[in-house]
């Protein structure tokens, strides 16, 4: 069974840091495509960074968060740093691989993020 398991998810004062994992199982991850989103309330679901044959992250994080993998540990990571208060946001663990020759995508079901003094 397919699973994306989020975790690391708090509140922060702005300018602080936090690491977001998600623990994947059900599929053979080092071959997945691994990413990040968020979705703050009233606002859709945004791309945050994602790791596949590239790094990609959008430009309200570049230089401030960091997209990571393990294989070995079958998890990615999202080391946040210079948080501000914009960043707070359920953020979603998310992959797009094959099973069983199908392609196929996974959402976790989200950490809080909450960034205020």
């Known amino acids: 069974q397919v699973q994306l398991v989020e975790s690391g998810g708090g509140l922060v004062q702005p300018g602080g840091s936090l690491r977001l994992s998600c623990a994947a199982s059900?599929?053979?991850?080092?071959?997945?495509?691994m990413s990040w989103y968020r979705q703050a309330p009233g606002k859709e679901r945004e791309l945050v960074a994602a790791a596949g044959s590239s790094t990609n992250y959008a430009d309200s994080v570049k230089g401030r968060f960091t997209i990571s993998r393990d294989n070995d540990k079958n998890t990615v990571y999202l080391q946040m740093n210079f948080l501000k208060p914009e960043d707070t946001a359920v953020y979603f663990c998310?992959?797009?691989?094959?099973?069983?020759?199908?392609?196929?995508?996974?959402w976790g079901q989200g950490t809080q993020v909450t960034v205020s003094s």
């Open positions: 059900g599929f053979t991850f080092s071959s997945s495509a």
């Open positions: 998310h992959a797009e691989f094959r099973k069983f020759g199908l392609r196929r995508s996974a």
